[in-house]
């Protein structure tokens, strides 16, 4: 019988606490003072659980479909390792959040801003991205697949912070410059920046476990699966992405559980981008004027030009679009009821939960 979202998330929380017991007792065979241990239990327990887990859950679902029925205990846990080293890439934030001086993340105050911690933070942030390279080289090292896992991380990364680069470069928040803005660049950060790390990542790191090989014959036909899976899933992230930016500024408050602030915050959103490059001279003028500002009647002037130029419908044309676009993709990935073969399902999967979401 299938388990409901809570039941499976609880099941991967209790991975958790063993996982983190490992990272901790390791600490502690080092020799460090009880202080050190305190602190870096800190830093695991603010930063690592209570998000979503979306991310790390996706990689016990993905074997799970691959491999056509529930995984023992043993698989159970190498999935739910490589599950919680997706979300030890919370590294990303603890750092994004100093560099954007943001406020609260996950509804409390970003790490940098807890009491003491200061630019502490920024080690700390170091620290949680080699948690994940001592828990790869403790689970994995004798497999044959170890070394594609440890790339996959490094590329990974790398990838994200190239996004990150030209989403700071881009639309600083103390420096509004629309003529910085194309559909292009935003395309750039939503793929380097979020559809690597956070749909792409998952969905490999279930492959490489799953004993998927780099290409198989199947009705005739050679398959090669990471790039199947890249072709479809850097659209879907960045799909996930637009939808994200249009929730921002469409979606009333109380139905997204946060107040939109792209606007105010200068993001290089997918909105902002399209009204750009349909704005009249008038249109353009507001926007110049009034974008980025720290000021709720700006944004109001900001909003009006949205609604004038349709962004409503363009989205609406535009999901449309990708959700077609997408499923062809899926339907053209030959089915085989073969173990470590690529399963329409594990994209169908992600496809169904994003399509039409409101938060």
């Known amino acids: 019988m299938a388990m409901d979202k809570a039941t499976k998330r609880a099941k991967f929380e209790a991975a958790w606490t063993r996982i983190r017991t490992e990272l901790v007792d390791h600490m502690v065979s080092e020799g460090f003072p009880r202080e050190g ?27 799970e479909i691959i491999k056509g029925a529930a995984l023992d205990d043993d698989e159970y846990f190498k999935a739910a390792v490589l599950g919680w080293c997706v979300e030890l890439a919370t590294f990303f934030l603890v750092s994004d959040d100093i560099m954007d001086t943001s406020i609260t993340r996950r509804g409390q105050p970003c790490y940098y801003r807890a009491p003491g911690v200061g630019m502490i933070a920024i ?51 103390d420096h509004v410059d629309l003529n910085k803005f194309s559909l292009e660049k935003h395309r750039l950060i939503v793929i380097y920046k979020t559809a690597y790390y956070s749909f792409y990542l998952p969905v490999a790191l279930a492959m490489y476990m799953s004993g998927v090989p780099a290409s198989y014959t199947l009705a005739g036909k050679t398959i090669e699966p990471y790039k199947v899976a890249l072709s479809i899933l850097l659209p879907l992230g ?13 979606a ?8 939109g602030t792209d606007i105010v915050d200068n993001k290089c959103s997918w909105c ?70 690529l399963k329409r399902e594990v994209f169908t999967s992600f496809l169904e939960k994003i399509y039409k979401r409101t938060k």
């Not at 659980?49 to 790390?56: I, Q, S, V």
């Not at 080690?123 to 996959?152: C, Q, W």
């Not at 980025?292 to 962004?311: C, I, P």
Request: glycine share 6%; proline share 5%; no cysteine.
């Open 123 to 173: 080690n700390d942030s170091i620290m949680l991205e080699g948690a994940i390279y001592f828990l790869l080289k403790k689970h994995f090292r004798g497999t044959p697949y170890y070394v594609d896992l440890l790339e996959l991380f490094h590329d990974t990364t790398y990838q994200t912070e190239m996004g990150q680069l030209i989403d700071l470069i881009t639309a600083p928040e």
């Open 37 to 63: 241990v305190e602190w870096y239990e800190k830093n695991l327990d603010y930063n690592v659980p209570g998000g979503k887990l979306n991310r790390g859950m996706s990689v016990v679902d993905t074997a």
């Open 252 to 259: 009333p408050p109380e139905l997204l559980g946060k107040v």
């Open 272 to 341: 902002v981008n399209t009204a750009l490059a349909v704005a009249t001279p008038e249109q353009r003028k507001v926007l110049d004027a009034n974008y980025g500002r720290k000021d709720a009647a700006a944004e109001a002037r900001v909003k009006e030009v949205f609604e004038a130029v349709s962004l409503r419908e363009r989205y609406a044309k535009y999901e449309a679009e990708v959700y077609g676009r997408l499923n062809a993709l899926i339907t053209e990935i030959p089915e085989s009821a073969q173990p470590s073969t």
């Open 238 to 250: 960045e799909y996930f992405q637009i939808q994200d930016d249009f929730l921002d500024f469409s």
